[in-house]
């Protein structure tokens, strides 16, 4: 029998236990391997330091860039205050009945003056609004406005500038804040046009960089960084987008100030409107039954981007009232590329009313 020390460990141990010396790293070893975690972790830093660096200079860059936008594209209208929110909007005409223009998506008035504005005042006073936080429209604080929302602060500066009764016309994404104001004043509008108008819920997600957006700190972030330089790359893309299958009217992209939706604030406020209007629209779908003025929807037939099966089909569906006019061949942008017969339609409509 085994005694001592060594006896006792063998006796625990019935396989042979290695010399607990021999488990030990080698100084040299054990020093390569320090040199190899500092080396690691002076990558990491450079790495942090050099996308920090990166981030700045975009940040720089597009801070640059919205300073240069706002001097190239100023407010070229007025401001009305309502609820503490300040609208911009431009006035044109004098005579005739009201009509008021809401753009869409990524849009300002700027839209409009570069196309229906000039043809409509001839018989019209036109009003057209930035929506809240497009443009140089402020955008209220806390919940999001959502276009019933929109509607209360358009009604709003209406009664401050002393409109009574106007005929509502709304591009895309305002589809759904005419109907939100027909559906809330309606002893107090002539009736609705809807321009390839947004109305009902869709299936599938927004884009990912709208998603982005939303993101807390994330979102803030990639606006002041990543969207102007990339927008500014992909903006011809985007705008034949819009106008396809028709091809871009002439100087487009100048003549609205397209660049002012990629400042940051401009581009949180439609990603906003974007991530929560499908939603939304779920339940508004429902009221649209009730809607008894004159309303008028006019789609392309080849527009892409708002559906007329999934948003005019929808309405006229419950509003049997409503008159609909489908333009063959046109695409999303049809007010730039068909503007006379746009024109008429509007003309001809609020004639009737």
């Known amino acids: 029998m085994l005694t001592g020390a060594a006896g006792t460990e063998k006796a625990l141990h019935p396989f042979p236990v290695p010399d607990r010396r021999s488990r030990q790293t080698p100084v040299g070893v054990r020093a390569g391997r320090r040199h190899g975690n500092w080396e690691q972790m002076r990558l990491a830093a450079k790495i942090v330091v050099g996308l920090g660096a990166m981030l700045a200079l975009l940040a720089v860059y597009s ?20 609820e503490g929110v300040r609208l911009h909007y431009v006035s044109a005409g004098d005579d005739g009945p009201a009509v008021v223009l809401l753009h869409g998506a990524s849009g300002t008035l700027r839209d409009f003056s ?15 609004f930035d929506r809240p936080g497009h443009g140089y429209s402020e955008r209220p604080n806390g919940d999001w406005p959502d276009p019933a929302r929109q509607a209360a602060l ?11 009764r106007p005929l509502l016309v709304g591009h895309s994404w305002s589809g759904a804040v005419v109907l939100a104001y ?25 884009s990912w960089h709208t998603e982005v957006a939303g993101w807390p700190v994330i979102g803030r972030l990639f606006a002041a960084t990543v969207v102007f ?12 987008g819009i106008f396809a299958p028709e091809a871009p009217v002439p100087d487009y ?14 581009f949180r406020a ?3 409107d974007m991530r929560n209007v499908s939603q939304y629209l779920e339940a508004q779908r429902e009221r649209y039954g009730e809607i008894e003025v004159p309303l008028l929807l006019v789609t392309g037939e080849r527009d892409t981007i708002v559906l007329s099966w999934n948003h005019a089909d929808v309405v006229a569906a419950r509003v049997p ?15 730039h590329t068909r503007t006379d017969e746009v024109v008429r339609l509007i003309d001809d409509f609020a004639g009737s009313r």
């Open 182 to 206: 027909l559906l809330d004043y309606p002893d107090e509008v002539r009736g609705g046009v809807l321009l390839a108008g947004l109305a009902n819920a869709w299936d599938g997600s927004v």
């Open 270 to 272: 439609n990603a906003e």
């Open 229 to 240: 330089p990339a927008g500014q790359m992909l903006l011809d893309q985007v705008v034949a």
């Open 321 to 335: 009232h409503a008159q609909r006019i489908d333009l063959p061949g046109a695409g999303h942008a049809f007010h």
């Open 154 to 164: 358009v009604h709003g500066a209406l009664q401050e500038l002393g409109i009574d």
């Open 114 to 128: 570069a196309s229906i504005i000039p043809g409509l005042s001839e018989g019209h006073r036109v009003i057209a």
């Open 63 to 82: 801070a640059a860039a919205a300073w240069w936008v706002e001097r190239t594209y100023p407010p070229i209208g007025d401001f009305v205050t309502v």
């Open 253 to 266: 992209r100048t003549r609205i100030g397209a660049v002012l939706a990629l400042r940051p604030g401009a």
